[in-house]
């Protein structure tokens, strides 16, 4: 028993010793870690074109479900100092080595003359999104509304998609979980989703890679196709909204059509509204033209919160218009026309598009008659510098500039602009905004607790 009480002793002594000479961390109350600042490089700059228009059906038209490409695009634009052109019969991804649209950009244009598609098809390539809101479509009978999603990475995304009506949100089965997967196309018709709709908005929301995307239009009134457009994503919400490049032509043999056929009067300028909010919208829109040369019309209108709406913009003359519009509450919107020649008509979606302080780069579709429409609806007087030309732009105006075929430009404003370019082929018509994207480098700070 004295032993092992002569033991604990010693224990407790030597317990005593090390705790004099262990040296115990130091804790603090109020005190963080410093942040570690870190360089971001920009990501590597790519475009990605969805390539020639998607048909139903194959070559022969038979294997229905199945879309396929057919035909050929052209494809221009920049990249630095070079410009180039090339043809694809499928999807193009493009890399670059400038990270913004004034030095890196592309646009692709198809004339199309099919069995099941006929038009005009122009637009932007796109850097890749996760998410795009498509205020346009139309599933009505003889109508069909295609959704584009090109996944160009090497990672599979999954999609949601959310479907705007005239009665708030249409709910349907498999609206999401679809599957984009990793070098693939994926072409959903939205009428599976919302059929015989005539009237939507759409929300495309991408997790994982992102994706180019664009909605393809395309009529066919009985058997005979009349009228096609690539839609690029539209503008963000705003309460002002301005919508250049609605140029109008052949108005009266268009009437004369609708007046001799129903199917025919979706030819008329429509203006669609979606209000995303929770309040009820009330909205002017005013259809100016260019140059204070002509006047089309004033329309004031209510869109039910979390809706979307048509208004018809009545009997315009022809003209260079643009559409500018305000609003009570924050609003997306697009507008619609058709052109006639000898043939069959072709139809224009015309997307609204934020004014910004633009530094900006575009190139004009060769073999096509192209004009830039911008608008600078602020009250401030400002100028636009197009390749080295200063052009006066008056505060509250819009103005035209005939482009030169296959020429790349560089745009900038001292006012927050607009722009769009309208491209004719033989009264094939497409518009196309001008987009001010950038990838740009910085630095970030990372704090780890």
Not at 186 to 198: E, G, I, M, Q, Y
């Amino acid at each position: 028993m004295y032993k092992r009480f002569l033991a604990l002793l010693v224990v407790a002594a030597l317990g005593s010793s090390v705790a004099l000479f262990v040296a115990f961390p130091k804790f603090s109350v109020g005190l963080s870690n410093s942040a570690t600042d870190i360089a971001v490089e920009a990501k590597e700059p790519q475009l990605v074109c969805p390539g020639p228009v998607y048909v139903n059906g194959g070559a022969t038209g038979l294997k229905l479900g199945k879309f396929s490409q057919s035909g050929s695009v052209n494809i221009q634009g920049k990249d630095s100092e070079n410009q180039f052109s090339i043809s694809s019969t499928g999807v193009k991804t493009i890399s670059g080595s400038s990270a913004a649209s004034k030095d890196f950009h592309a646009i692709q244009s198809q004339v199309a003359a099919l069995n099941l598609a006929a038009g005009l098809a122009v637009t932007n390539c796109l850097p890749g999104l996760n998410e795009a809101w498509f205020v346009a479509g139309d599933n009505s009978v003889g109508r069909e509304a295609l959704l584009i999603l090109v996944n160009p990475s090497l990672v599979d995304a999954t999609v949601s998609l959310q479907i705007i009506g005239p009665n708030g949100q249409i709910q349907g089965a498999g609206l999401s979980g679809i599957s984009a997967p990793a070098g693939k196309v994926t072409a959903l018709p939205l009428a599976a989703f919302a059929p015989k709709a005539s009237t939507f908005a759409l929300q495309v929301s991408s997790r994982g890679a992102a994706l180019g995307m664009w909605l393809q239009q395309k009529t066919i009134r009985g058997l005979t196709p009349g009228g096609l457009d690539y839609v690029g994503p539209t503008a963000i919400a705003s309460k002002t909204l301005e919508i250049p490049g609605f140029f109008i032509r052949s108005s009266s043999k268009l009437a004369a059509l609708s007046a001799k056929d129903q199917d025919f009067l979706d030819t008329r300028p429509l203006l669609r509204v979606f209000a995303p909010g929770d309040s009820e919208t009330t909205f002017t829109a005013q259809v100016q033209g260019a140059n204070g040369a002509s006047f089309g019309t004033v329309i004031q209108g209510t869109v039910s919160a979390g809706s979307v709406a048509d208004f018809d913009l009545g009997e315009l003359a022809d003209g260079d218009y643009i559409v500018h519009i305000e609003a009570n509450h924050e609003i997306m919107a697009s507008a619609i026309f058709n052109r006639v020649g000898l043939a069959q008509p072709d139809l224009a979606w015309s997307t609204a598009v934020t004014p910004t302080l633009l530094d900006a780069g575009f190139t004009a579709v060769s073999g096509a008659i192209s004009k830039l429409s911008i608008v600078n609806s602020s009250e401030k007087s400002g100028e636009i510098t197009l390749n080295g030309l200063i052009i006066d732009l008056p505060a509250r105006s819009n103005i035209v500039i005939v482009l030169v075929g296959g020429t790349s430009y560089r745009l900038s404003s001292t006012v927050p602009a607009a722009a769009s370019q309208v491209v004719d082929v033989s009264f094939g018509v497409a518009v196309v905004p001008v987009l001010d994207y950038r990838s740009v480098a910085g630095r970030l700070k990372i704090l780890v607790r």
